[in-house]
């Protein structure tokens, strides 16, 4: 019963505030309600006028009507904090899975200023920001993160509730664009000493998971065990089996290196070694299935290896695709194709 | 890494004293100062100094220079302060009692202010004090008082939801102010309109300590006692002319016992439960015989009443001996309506023996020679005679009436008669009535206020505790009661003008009030000041702190429509209801001027909608002439208006216009309707070949 009533809550509220990376706060999407301490405050009037029925004090009646006419001006002062306000996604966060990642809002006040505001996002709260009128302030919402991929907040939550916290308004922004979590990197085994050994070779490609090894052309400096002789027989091509990529070339990282892990966990390895080679500014390069990323080095490089590290064999999240209000349901594809 | 911080201390973990905004914190100590101020009369002083102390504790921990108390020591400052609390209290339960008890919670509580739920809970109790605050004072500036110290609190909340904002923002009290005007109005209207019901349930006295004013019993120093205080103890308005002041006799009540040296009540007054709180006063305008008396609390249940008047509002009845009573007691500002009638001779009526006996009452010793004196009155004159005998004896004789009377330890009316000749009002009436007794005359004391001076602008007259007189009423065959005053004999000027008159040659008036203005008589701008003041306060009083019940009914029957109090429950119902409304469409009305500015992106969705359907789709971040290039490409027949469209837009963004952006608008919408004109032609010639959506 509760589960359905919220489900349709939720409902109600998200078509009120559609997916998009840019939110602007009204009537129509502004909750509010008192807090715990204007509920409170509800009973001590109450109180406070039995109090003035019962010695005829026509003062206490005079300050439980002034505080009851200032609660209700408290309201609107609250409602008009957040109306008018427009936040925008200007860059979801990256970081490593586990971490808070940043993300980073644009707020513009309208033509009122906007006070004590506080963004929050699961357990994650901001500070309270305020922003006088007509202006913008950029803040950023760490989001704590749990796994790596795209991580999009379903709701951020904002909040205010000046001036005498007795009433709160609120509203949400749901980003449409995602986060990017990086695997947490997890220090890799030390596979150095399996190099040489042939025999401990011969017995890896045996695993599950190597048949769809990545082949590469020979390049300088592969050891000749790399090099698969019998295709060279047959079709004149140096070409080298890149499942040990690590242990045979340290300037390629390989997906297939750490046998008997499971993804995740190669992925994490994979992080740490970049970060490695980062710490060390040595050229590396990247060999995931499905995707290879040249060797290089720099800080765009290890962003860019992090990124597809991030993101393998994940879906980028979609759903209903935020219509700005007023455009036709089947317009919105198009947009999206000029976009892209 | 939590759980063994937990652990390892094993007490409570202690929050930061500072977790609250200092300045908010300042805010909220700064009004519980202004809310002890009204009570600094009734409250003890050991409780003011321990909350001052807990006060400057908290804000001391605040500060980081001490720390707050650990849960044992806290323990122990609430056990030892309620410990003296009950001491002084011993027991008494009134709402007295329990506002010191208010207070003292208040004061315990700072030691627990750490988090913000305990802020809400001391602002909540904070207001709470302040509305306790107007049982006690009501007058203009106590209660002025009482409204900044709530506003204190407003701004401290505040300051607590905000405590950077920055210095070019409206200030807490600048925001407060503007709430304020807004809703003043409303304040207003539900004031007067809000219906003022019955008490529900009868309520507990305000007060169980002495005030200032006449008691039920009178010993020789009492009445001098009282005129030394220049305390305001009622003030009446008259319908028609203000009586002379030698007539201005308030009946209080009637002392007809003597014990000892003492005069007491002889009917004890039966007790009451304190009935519901009745405020009615009497309504409309003072016909021309009748008066209204606003008088301050007294506690007691007795009302003041010239003589031969007769009740007129519910809230006092008539009781025996030409007495007026309350229905419960006045701890608070009551207002009563009484008439005068000339012809009441009430003489008619015979004293029956139990009366008669009751007011020959005399102890059965002491004072011979006031004895002596009365046996040979009455041996040679009628009890007419004796009357005159005796005032005469006052006139004529080196009687004294003064502030300063000889202490008169044994056979005190002897002392007074014969050989110190002395005193003041009460010593006078209560040695005639003496000697009237023992003479064979029904005689009583009757105590009460003689005299009274006009407010400003001479409205009404005010009457002081120091115009407290004690008289005395004798009851001669055939004329009934009939009032005798001593003093008038002794001193006339105490009759004809007041107290300061007749204490002009010995200076005792007022002796030690240095601060009362009643005291610099002479000094013409004092006078005037505070009479003024008076003058506000009455006025307060009677329309502010006096609307209850009857007088709102008053007002409601003056209005057109018969407006009862059902009514006005409608009424008040739709007083909020039209606020509410009213404060939601100027909210939206505003919010609709900020959004003014966005008129032009509108026009523009519009645009884009209307490519959109030519099938041209709108890029992101491309520019409007772009736009316009790429529409002109797909529908070449709209190429100049788009292009004019979008040189628009352009100088609307980028240029200083020299046009109102009001005509702006509306060239451009003007131009964009042409252009959906030209668009819609367009795909209609072409319609067999693109469908372009259902709305085109």
């Known amino acids: 019963m509760i589960k359905v009533f919220r489900e349709r809550w939720q409902r109600w509220v998200n078509r009120r505030v559609p997916r998009s990376d840019s939110q602007s706060f009204n009537q129509k999407n502004i909750f509010i309600l008192p807090t715990g301490a204007g509920v409170v405050f509800g009973i001590l009037l109450l109180v406070m006028l039995i109090t003035g029925i019962n010695y005829q004090n026509s003062l206490i009646y005079l300050t439980t009507f ?10 609107h002062q609250t409602h008009r904090n957040l ?4 936040l925008t996604v200007t860059q979801p966060g990256e970081g490593f899975a586990g971490d808070e990642v940043p993300y980073r809002f644009r707020a513009s006040a309208g033509n009122g200023p906007t ?10 709260t901001l500070a309270p920001f305020h922003i006088p009128a007509g202006q913008a302030k950029d803040v950023s919402l760490p989001v704590p993160s749990a796994h790596r991929g795209y991580l999009r907040p379903d709701m951020v939550r904002i909040e205010t509730r000046f001036p005498f916290g007795l009433l709160k308004a609120w509203s949400w922004i749901r980003p449409v664009s995602p986060a990017i979590i990086f695997p947490r990197p997890v220090a890799a085994p030390d596979a150095g000493s399996t190099v040489e050994d042939g025999d401990e070779d011969s017995a890896q490609r045996t695993t599950p998971g190597n048949d769809n090894a990545d082949l590469r052309p020979w390049r300088e400096g592969d050891l000749s065990q790399r090099v698969m002789w019998k295709r060279y027989a047959r079709t004149g091509q140096m070409v080298v089996a890149d499942w040990e990529g690590e242990q045979g070339n340290p300037q390629w990282l390989d997906f297939y290196a750490f046998a008997g892990a499971d993804n995740e966990l190669r992925l994490s390895y994979l992080a740490w070694q970049v970060l490695e080679r980062a710490k060390a500014s040595t050229p590396f390069g990247l060999n995931l299935p499905g995707q290879v990323i040249e060797p290089d080095q720099g800080p765009a490089h290890v962003t860019r290896c992090l990124r597809a590290l991030a993101v393998w064999g994940e879906e980028p999240p979609r759903d209903a695709i935020a219509a700005e209000h007023g455009t036709r349901r089947h317009e919105a594809p198009r947009e999206k194709e000029a976009a892209a | ?7 390892s201390l094993g007490r409570e973990t202690v929050e930061p004293a500072n977790a609250l905004p200092s300045n908010a914190l300042l805010w909220l100590i700064g009004s519980f100062a202004i809310l002890l101020a009204p009570q600094w009369d009734r409250l003890p002083i050991w409780l003011v100094a321990a909350c001052g102390i807990l006060a400057v504790w908290r804000w001391l921990a605040q500060e980081g220079r001490v720390r707050l108390p650990g849960r044992w020591l806290r323990t122990g400052i609430m056990l030892v302060l309620i410990a003296v609390y009950v001491a002084t209290v011993q027991g008494r339960f009134t709402v007295d009692t329990a506002a010191s008890f208010f207070v003292l919670a208040v004061g315990l509580k700072w030691l627990e202010t750490r988090s913000t739920r305990d802020f809400y809970v001391l ?4 207001v709470y004090l302040a509305g306790v605050n107007f049982l006690f004072q009501q007058n203009i500036l106590w209660s002025l008082v009482n409204f900044l110290a709530v506003a204190l609190l407003l701004v401290g909340l505040q300051v607590l939801n905000a405590p950077d904002l920055p210095s070019d923002m409206p200030s807490g009290w600048r925001r407060l102010g503007g709430l304020l005007l807004k809703t003043l109005p409303v304040v207003v209207l539900l004031f007067v309109f809000f219906p003022r019901m019955a008490p529900l349930w009868s309520v507990p006295l305000v007060s169980g300590e002495a005030r200032s004013g006449i008691s039920d019993t009178m010993r020789p120093g009492d009445i001098s006692n009282l005129a030394q205080s220049s305390e305001r103890a009622f003030r009446a308005t008259f319908g028609g002319e203000i009586p002379a002041y030698r007539d201005r006799y308030w009946r209080g009540l009637v002392l007809d016992y003597l014990d000892g040296e003492t005069w007491r009540q002889g009917r004890e007054e039966g007790f009451r439960r304190p009935g519901r709180i009745a405020m009615d006063g009497g309504v409309g305008p003072l016909g021309g015989s009748e008066y209204d008396v606003l008088m301050e609390p007294t506690d007691q249940r007795w009302a003041f009443a010239l003589e031969g008047s007769s009740a007129v509002s519910d809230n006092v009845v008539e009781e025996g001996d030409d007495l007026f009573r309350f229905r419960r007691p006045a701890d608070s500002t009551m207002r009563y309506r009484l008439s005068l ?12 023996n139990a009366e008669r006996r009751r007011f020959l009452q005399l102890p059965s010793s002491g004072n011979p020679r006031a004895r002596e004196l009365a046996e040979e009155l009455s041996r040679q004159l009628s009890d007419e005679g004796i009357v005159d005998e005796l005032l005469t004896r006052f006139r004529e004789q080196e009687y004294f009436y003064t502030l300063r009377p000889p202490a008169m330890p044994e056979d005190g009316i002897d002392a007074l008669l014969f050989d110190q000749k002395r005193g003041f009002c009460a010593h006078y009436a209560g040695a005639t009535t003496f000697v009237l007794r ?16 006009s407010g400003a602008g001479g409205e009404y007259l005010i009457v002081r505790q120091y115009d407290a007189h004690a008289w005395v009423e004798v009851w001669l065959d055939g004329q009934g009661w009939v009032r005798i005053d001593p003093t008038v004999a002794i001193s006339p000027a105490r009759i004809e003008s007041g107290l300061r008159d007749a204490m002009a040659e010995e200076g005792s008036f007022l002796e030690d009030e240095v601060l009362s203005p009643q005291k610099y008589g002479d000094m013409a701008l004092v006078q005037w000041a ?7 306060n009455y006025q307060w009083q009677r329309w502010v702190v006096g609307y209850q019940g009857q007088s709102q009914m008053d007002l409601m029957s003056r209005l057109p429509g018969g407006i009862g109090l059902r009514e006005l429950g409608y009424l008040t119902a739709g007083i909020v209801g039209a606020g509410l409304l009213i404060a939601g469409l100027f909210s939206a009305l505003q919010l609709r001027r900020g959004e003014r500015r966005d008129d032009f992106q509108k026009v523009l969705l519009s645009w884009h909608r209307a490519c959109e359907s030519a099938g041209v789709p709108v890029r992101q971040g491309e520019t409007p002439n772009a736009l316009a290039d790429r529409l002109a490409q797909a529908r070449p027949s709209v190429t100049e208006t788009a292009r004019r469209f979008a040189r628009m837009v352009n100088s609307h963004y980028y240029k200083p216009s020299s046009e109102s952006d009001d005509q702006e608008l509306r060239r451009m919408r003007r131009l964009l309707g042409t252009m959906k004109r030209q668009l819609r032609e367009a795909s209609q010639r072409r319609q067999p070949h693109t469908e372009s959506g259902p709305a085109s």
């Open chain 1, 66 to 75: 002034l505080l009851g006419a200032l609660f209700v001006g408290a309201m």
């Open chain 1, 83 to 86: 109306s008018g306000l427009r």
């Open chain 1, 115 to 124: 006070i004590a505001i506080r963004l929050s996002c699961e357990d994650s």
């Open chain 2, 1 to 7: 890494m939590k759980l063994t911080q937990a652990f």
């Open chain 2, 123 to 126: 602002f909540f109790i904070l």
């Open chain 2, 341 to 352: 009638d000339e012809s009441s001779g009430a003489g008619a009526a015979e004293l029956s």
């Open chain 2, 438 to 453: 023992s003479a064979g005359i029904p005689a009583r004391v009757v105590v009460g206020y003689q005299g009274g001076d």
């Open chain 2, 530 to 536: 505070s009479l003024q003041l008076d003058r506000i």
